[in-house]
């Protein structure tokens, strides 16, 4: 069974919410981003987005925006990532990883090549937000043959198309909380609650939200209608605040401490 799976399973025999973290890997170097994800998973993290660098992110706001450019000074590219995977597993990092990427990069690597490692690197997920729904079929055949989820995300729109997007999801659905990019936010688009309702009707796989989600509060409101909860900016913002403690190697487990009990205090 595929470990996002699996976790949800767990999860929902608890009764709990999956927390989600996002990291963009690089940032502010490799190997801090490698020691970042051991201190998620002991904030209490329940899966982790592996943001893969990207020069032009579509969907992603100026928080991200400058995570990613930081990272490119290091040379950060989607195999790097992957291997980032790789090594946190023999760190003993348990977590599901899914990796967030656009689609050009997938493509420069090849659609088998990618997935093939994928596999070999245990990453359970994988999120393409600059790829439609309407042409995807290469991707979700290989993603299948892989056991490797590919994951929608899905905004605000008609029920209609929400349908159509969930259709032949797998792992979980993403749901976007607000219109535009991702970014902390105070206020969330009016008819959230409704929009994650005709979700829910129209797949009966977990939902998660994500873009905005950055305190305890947000948390709490919708690990009630949700399976999950994404955070991303809110994370990657502590990590650029914390970077000069993060890159000395006298003051880094201060700066790892001050991460992980950010994460922690997230679910209140």
């Known amino acids: 069974m595929n470990r996002i799976d699996e976790k949800f399973a767990e999860l929902k025999a608890q009764g709990r919410t999956a927390l989600i973290p996002y990291l963009t890997i690089g940032d502010p170097n490799p190997e801090v981003s490698l020691a970042l994800l051991r201190e998620l998973e002991l904030a209490g993290a329940d899966m982790i987005e592996l943001g893969v660098p990207y020069s032009d992110p579509l969907a992603d706001g100026p928080v991200i925006q400058r995570a990613s450019e930081r990272a490119l000074k290091h040379n950060m590219t989607i195999l790097d990532c992957i291997d980032i995977a790789r090594q946190a597993r023999e760190l003993n990092v348990n977590l599901p990883f899914i990796l967030f990427t656009y689609y050009n990069p997938v493509l420069r690597v090849g659609l088998e090549r990618f997935f093939?490692?994928?596999?070999?690197?245990?990453?359970?997920?994988?999120?393409?937000?600059?790829?439609?729904?309407?042409?995807?079929?290469?991707?979700?055949?290989?993603?299948?043959?892989?056991?490797?989820?590919?994951?929608?995300?899905?905004?605000?729109?008609?029920?209609?198309?929400?349908?159509?997007?969930?259709?032949?999801?797998?792992?979980?659905?993403?749901?976007?909380?607000?219109?535009?990019?991702?970014?902390?936010?105070?206020?969330?688009?009016?008819?959230?609650?409704?929009?994650?309702?005709?979700?829910?009707?129209?797949?009966?796989?977990?939902?998660?939200?994500?873009?905005?989600?950055?305190?305890s509060d947000h948390f709490a409101h919708f690990s009630k209608i949700c399976d999950g909860v994404v955070v991303g900016s809110a994370i990657v913002r502590k990590v650029e605040e914390t970077a000069p403690l993060l890159q000395s190697e006298a003051s880094r487990s201060d700066g790892l401490v001050q991460v992980r009990e950010f994460v922690r205090q997230l679910r209140g």
């Open 116 to 215: 093939e490692l994928l596999a070999a690197n245990d990453i359970s997920g994988v999120i393409i937000p600059d790829l439609p729904f309407e042409e995807n079929g290469p991707v979700k055949a290989l993603s299948d043959r892989y056991n490797i989820h590919l994951i929608p995300l899905v905004a605000p729109t008609s029920e209609d198309r929400i349908a159509k997007i969930v259709a032949n999801a797998s792992g979980f659905v993403y749901c976007v909380s607000s219109l535009g990019v991702t970014g902390m936010r105070t206020d969330f688009y009016a008819g959230v609650d409704d929009f994650l309702a005709s979700v829910r009707r129209s797949t009966e796989l977990p939902i998660a939200i994500g873009f905005g989600i950055s305190n």
